[in-house]
Structure formats: structure tokens, C-alpha cells
């Protein structure tokens, strides 16, 4: 629900810039819009967020990092993180800015406010954590545009190169039902289908709270190829091109991408689906990356395998869900439970800039950030599980309340802090 209430502005100005029509510019000058803000849930996105929900989500994130500090002198000073906005991306950037002490620059593609419509979760995420930041002492950069594009690669490089240059560690960690190829125009789209059989298997509708049965075609030659085009590698290694051409790797830059691999009951629509498929390509693009950047002076290409976590992006993927929920109830009464910034503190203090100058690696030269989710007592409880899970039992057996807390909070509700019945201007919140 969404109400609007209309008062004269007593003083103008904030840290957000509005893009939007010059009538509303000239009313948002003159008045304050003010209304109260509550999800609205469309299958599994929230489309609309709350502002001071998601800078308090900001500051639980910033507070985290900060419990985490980064002593290493390898630690990085000058970081780029592309996807920078939610998820994994967002809690990388905090673990960088909070943990390390670094300036940052954060890429992403997130809707403005715009009429009597809240910006997206993103969008007010980076203006959160713009503002953190900032009152750190911190630079932080923002580029809101189409990552795969040229335009958008070419803004980063122009801000780069005005804010202090090369950068000691890139984080990409886009997650994208689509892309346009700068290359050859065309617009791919990725899906989540399995390869080569019918893909049956319990699923979760989140909605209706209800255990049910998917049943899910194979993709055809073009639908692997096309996930491939989206989430495979060949994006990261064209940034990386882009920023060595340009001198924006320094000397031993760190290059990370993220990918997941998860639990046998899961394979059939991730791991050895389309999604899988291009995950493998972006993990076997790391060795050419590292290749190219080892001779331009610069460090190593990583991808870090991560743990399930509720996201926007995985709270699409059939099943995971309902994997999630249980997996979260496990991981919880082991101690284990970790969310993305607690993922990416680890990764930070743990693999990156821990004692050791080695980050250690599997046997395809991945990080494995998922082993405390991949540990054999955890994944034999899930296989013991998965049969007897239904709707009657679903509360008892699964953590599906913490799910849809995860899942609300991304969107900024549901905050202990936050009064939800107060009025916010979504243009101008913070
Ligand atoms: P997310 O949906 O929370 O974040 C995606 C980010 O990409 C956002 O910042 C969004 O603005 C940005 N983005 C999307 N399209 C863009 C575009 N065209 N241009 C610029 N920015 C764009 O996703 P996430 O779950 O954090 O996923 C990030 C990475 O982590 C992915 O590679 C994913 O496979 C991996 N991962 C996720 C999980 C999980 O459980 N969520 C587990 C392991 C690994």
C-alpha cells in the first residue's frame, strides 16, 4: 500500500539526485512527498522498497564489516565492485569499505524514484551506503547503468581515472536475467532449465506457502548457448580487458567472480542445467584472466564459490527456495548460518588478506566460501530431509519464516528499527 501526502518543503536538498520529469522536479522543490511504504510482492520480487529500511540494513552490514577489520597490509585501498547494489556485490563493497578501510566504486543498474513509484531496493542500497561511506571518511564512486554495455564500461573508466585510478581488487558479481552484447547488438536471455532431461522435483511457492511438484523442460542448444552469452565469463574478461588496457589493475589486483554449486538435489536445475553451464564457463574464463593479467604485472583471477543465501537473483531459481529454507534451519542449529556480508567478511579476513600470502584453493583453483554448507553432516541431513518435506510440516522442518524475513528485508521491511507506519519521501529519504 501506498499513500501520499503532499507538505511544503521547509528546506531543499539531500544526498539523492532525482532524475525524473521536470514537472515533478519543480513540485518536489516546492513540496515534500511524503507516504507510507509497504511491500507489495509479485511472485518472487517486492516492487517496492523502503529507504529507511534498507539504510538500516546498511548500517547492521556496516557494523558487521567493522567487527571484521582487515590488518594485512595487502589489504586493498581502491576497489571495484561490478553488481555493487544487492547480494553478494553489496556486501563485498561493505567488506571493502568497512573491513579494509578502501574507497570504492560501485556499478549497477537500478530504477530511480520515479512519480508516486519507490526507487528499486538497489538503488537506495547504494545511496545508503554512499552516505556511510562518505560520513567514514571514505570515497565511494556509483556508475548506475548497463554493465555489459560500452558506455556504462566506458564511464567507469572516465570516473576512475578522475578518482584516484588503478584498483587493487574487482569484484564482479552481476547477476542478470539478460544481455545486450555490445559486440554484435543482440540481446541474450538466460533461463533456468535443465540440459538434456525433464526436470521433476519438489519446489516451494513462496507465495501460497505451499510444497509442491515442478516439472521442467530441457533447454534446447540455443537457450545453453544463450545463458552462457549472460553468465559465463565472457563479460568479466571483457572488463578485464578494458581495465588493463587501461591501467586500471594495479600492481598484484585481485580479479573475483562468484558462482555457486550446491547440493546433489539441486544439480538437475542448477549445476548441470543452463545456469551451471555458464557458471563453468566463468570458472574456466579465471585461467585465461589470470593469464592476461600476470603478464600486464597484475595478481590472480579468482572465482569464489559462496554459499546459498536469499537474494533477488536466487530467490527466482526453482527449488533453491525450498533448499534454502532448510538449509538455513540446519546451518543454524550447527552455528554455521552465514548470510552474504558474514560470507564476504570471511572471505575478506579468511581466503583474501588472512595470514597466509597463498589463498587457498580446490582443485580447479576455486575459493570455497560454501564448505561450511557443503560439509557432509549438513548435506546428509538435507538428503534425509528432502523426502519428508510437505506443506503440514513445512514450518517444522524448514526455516521457511526466516526465509521470508531474508527475502523482505532485501527490500528493505520488516527492520526492527524502522517504523513502517511513518511517512517517507521516497525521493529525497535519507
Ligand atoms: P543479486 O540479484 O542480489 O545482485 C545482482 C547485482 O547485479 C545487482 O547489484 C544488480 O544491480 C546488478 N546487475 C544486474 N544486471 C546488471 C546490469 N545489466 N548492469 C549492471 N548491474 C547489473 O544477485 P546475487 O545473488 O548477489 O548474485 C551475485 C553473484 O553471486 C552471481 O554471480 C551469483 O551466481 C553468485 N552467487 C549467488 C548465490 C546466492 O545464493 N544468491 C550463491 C553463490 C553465488
Known sequence: MIRWNLKERTS??????????????????????????KPRIKGFVCITAHPTGCLANLKDQAEIASRSKIESERKPKRVLVIGASTGYGLASRVSAAF??????????????????????????????????????????????????????????VKKAK??????????????????????????????????????????????????????????????????????????????????????????????????????????????NGTIGRAKEHLENSAAAITEKMKLAGCGNAYVSVNKAVVTQASSAIPVVPLYVSMLFKIMSELGTHEGCIEQT????????????????????????????????????????????VCTENLLDLTSFAKYQEDFLSLFGFGHSSVDYDAEVDPGNPF
Open 162 to 271: 578522475e578518482t584516484g585510478g588503478p584498483f587493487d581488487l574487482v569484484v564482479y558479481s552481476l547477476a542478470s536475467p539478460r544481455r545486450t552484447d555490445p559486440v554484435d547488438g543482440q540481446t541474450y536471455r538466460a533461463c533456468l532449465k535443465p540440459i538434456g532431461v525433464i526436470y521433476k522435483n519438489k519446489t516451494l511457492d513462496t507465495d501460497r506457502k505451499e510444497v509442491k511438484e515442478v516439472t521442467i523442460d530441457p533447454a534446447n542448444e540455443q537457450e545453453v548457448a544463450d545463458t552462457q552469452k549472460v553468465m559465463g565469463g565472457e563479460d568479466w574478461e571483457a572488463w578485464t580487458d578494458l581495465l588493463l588496457a587501461e591501467g586500471l589493475m594495479a600492481p598484484g589486483c585481485l580479479n573475483l567472480a562468484y558462482s555457486y554449486i550446491g547440493p546433489e538435489v539441486t544439480w538437475p536445475i542448477y549445476r
Open 12 to 37: 531543499v536538498g539531500g544526498a539523492m539526485a532525482l532524475r525524473t520529469l521536470p514537472w515533478v522536479t519543480n513540485l518536489r522543490q516546492k513540496y515534500v512527498f511524503s507516504m507510507i511504504i
Open 345 to 388: 567478511c570471511r572471505l575478506f579476513s579468511d581466503r583474501l588478506y588472512g595470514d597466509s600470502d597463498e589463498v587457498a584453493v580446490d582443485e580447479k583453483n576455486r575459493i570455497r566460501l560454501d564448505d561450511w554448507e557443503m560439509e557432509p553432516e549438513v548435506q546428509r541431513r538435507i538428503v534425509e530431509l528432502w523426502p519428508q
Open 99 to 156: 573491513s579494509a578501510g578502501a574507497d570504492t566504486m560501485g556499478v549497477y543498474f537500478e530504477r530511480p524514484p520515479k512519480g508516486e513509484k519507490t526507487a528499486s531496493a538497489g538503488f537506495y542500497n547504494s545511496a545508503a551506503f554512499c552516505k556511510l561511506a562518505t560520513e567514514a571518511g571514505l570515497s565511494a564512486v556509483d556508475v548506475n547503468g548497463d554493465a555489459f554495455s560500452t558506455e556504462c564500461k566506458e564511464e567507469v
